[in-house]
Structures are given as C-alpha cells and as structure tokens.
C-alpha cells in the first residue's frame, strides 16, 4: 500500500512540473516567431541560409547547438569584434548594423538563433 501511494504522488508531481513548464515554453515560442519576423526584416538572408532558404555562403543552421547565447548576441551588436574573435575571413564580413535594434527585437533575434539547433 505504502509503495502504490508513493508512486501516484510521484505521478502527479510529475503532471505538476511540465504543467508549470509550458508558460514558459509558449513564450520562447512566441520570441521565436517575433525573432523571425525581426530576421526577415532585417534582411539577414541576404548573407545568410537557414533551412537552405538564402544566402548558402553562411549558413546558421545549428548555430544554436554551436555557439552561447552571449555570443550570440555579441554577433549581432558587434560582429567586427566577433569576427576578429572567430577568426572569420568570410567577405563581406557581417556589418556593424544592429546594435541600435529596440531590445525587445534583439533579444527576439537570439532567442531565434538559439533555436537553431
Ligand atoms: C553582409 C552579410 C551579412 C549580413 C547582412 C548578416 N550577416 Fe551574420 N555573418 C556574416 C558573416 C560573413 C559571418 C561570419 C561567418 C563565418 O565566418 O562562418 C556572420 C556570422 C553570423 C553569426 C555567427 C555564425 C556562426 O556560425 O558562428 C550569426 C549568429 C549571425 N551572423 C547572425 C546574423 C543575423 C541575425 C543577421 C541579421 C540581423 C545577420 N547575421 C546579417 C555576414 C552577414
């Protein structure tokens, strides 16, 4: 008796956790999607392909596995330093254009890259 009660606390302890869970994962969902949106307005597949759609010269497919979320975001706001700091050679080399993005949008963008995993 003891162990079949146990067990269904652990059940609904378990039910308990992943029900508190999806809030959060709608919202990554959600600054994912705006991240997609800023990414098309921006125009970032000019330089680059993800899912083989864009430019196929730098492809971000992975990236999310690849690199932190700080370098992420460095990339963006300061891809010279970035660049020098990759060693990256790739011409053009990516611009200095973002840095004045709203935040709301730049931190959609990471979340974006983050999930390209
Ligand atoms: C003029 C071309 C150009 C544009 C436009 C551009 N990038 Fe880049 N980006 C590059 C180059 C070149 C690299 C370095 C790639 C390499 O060395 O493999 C790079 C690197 C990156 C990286 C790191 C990739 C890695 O594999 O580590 C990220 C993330 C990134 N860009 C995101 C963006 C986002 C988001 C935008 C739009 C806001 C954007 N880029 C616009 C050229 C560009």
Redesign the pocket.
Known sequence: MRRSSLTTACFVAVIAASGSASPAAAQDAAAVKKGQE??AA???S???AIGGQGNK??P?DG?GA??SAA??RQ??VD?TA??AK?K????????N??AKLPAADLDA?VAY?LSLK
């Open positions: 800023v990414y921006q125009k970032c000019v330089c680059h010269a730098n971000l990236v690849k690199i370098d992420m990339w963006i891809p970035m660049s990759a990256s050679e790739k011409k053009p080399p990516m611009p254009r973002w963008l890259m």
